[in-house]
């Protein structure tokens, strides 16, 4: 059974400060995909990346950047010179090639980021 | 291009009752799927819907039934509520390309339910 663990549930910082999110995930598949998702106060989950299973290439989207590494099981997502707007609850998440789109959830991590 | 859409936006029951939500997915998708997000929690897989058909189905009772109709709008059914069914409920569309079915979710803002 597939299993994605977020251990923060809340983190706490200064605007401009640096933050990572850690990701860690549990599946028997050898294809897998992994997501980060936003979900603002709206409720609306915002897509932030999606990543398959044989790319293990660090990738940076402006402030955001996220590390990929198979041999521990981690997907963490780190947002540089963090904003205010940032302040959301951030899902990492998994989909096995044979799920059609499904995703198994973490419990998410709260960020809160303070002026 | 509206984006996914559902409604109602809240609604309140009483244990017992029936609830019908809607979700009409974004322009194009051809998938919808359904997941429930208890307060503080990430949100769990309910099932899935493609060519009105259920697909996939998560660890739910059969309480929980759906449908999708020709246009690819979707409504979750919830008989005999329980307490335990207060959250948001959260519809996703998709769009199938041959073999790629992991293709990014888009998601609505939810609708939430609270069973008193």
């Known amino acids: 059974a597939q299993k994605v663990t977020q251990a923060q549930t809340e983190i706490s910082v200064v605007e401009k400060e640096d933050v990572t999110l850690d990701c860690v995930y549990e599946?028997?598949?050898?294809?897998?995909?992994l997501f980060w998702y936003k979900q603002p106060p709206s409720g609306e989950l915002v897509f932030l990346i999606r990543?398959?299973?044989?790319?293990?290439q660090n990738e940076i989207s402006g402030r955001y950047s996220w590390n990929f590494q198979k041999s521990t099981s981690s997907f963490n997502f780190t947002i540089t010179a963090s904003q205010v707007v940032d302040s959301a609850v951030y899902f990492c998440?998994?989909?096995?090639?044979?799920?059609?789109?499904?995703?198994?959830f973490g419990k998410g991590t709260m960020l809160l980021v303070s002026p | 291009d509206a984006g996914v859409t559902q409604s109602p936006t809240h609604l309140i029951k009483t244990r017992g009752q029936q609830v019908t939500l809607r979700c009409s997915p974004k322009?194009?998708?051809?998938?919808v799927s359904w997941y429930q997000q208890a307060l503080g929690q990430g949100p769990q897989f309910i099932f899935q819907?493609?060519?009105?058909?259920?697909?996939q189905r998560g660890n739910f009772p059969d309480r929980f039934s759906g449908h999708q109709f020709p246009n690819y709008s979707s409504e979750l059914n919830v008989n005999a509520l329980l307490l335990g069914d207060s959250a948001l409920y959260l519809c996703?569309?998709?769009?199938?390309?041959?073999?790629?079915?992991?293709?990014?979710?888009?998601f609505g803002s939810g609708t939430q339910l609270s069973v008193l």
């Open positions: 819907y493609y060519e009105e058909e259920e697909r």
């Open positions: 322009s194009g998708h051809d998938t």
């Open positions: 990543r398959n299973s044989f790319d293990e």
């Open positions: 998440a998994l989909s096995e090639s044979s799920g059609y789109s499904t995703l198994t």
């Open positions: 599946t028997r598949d050898t294809t897998y995909y």
């Open positions: 996703a569309s998709s769009l199938v390309q041959g073999e790629r079915h992991n293709e990014k979710l888009f």
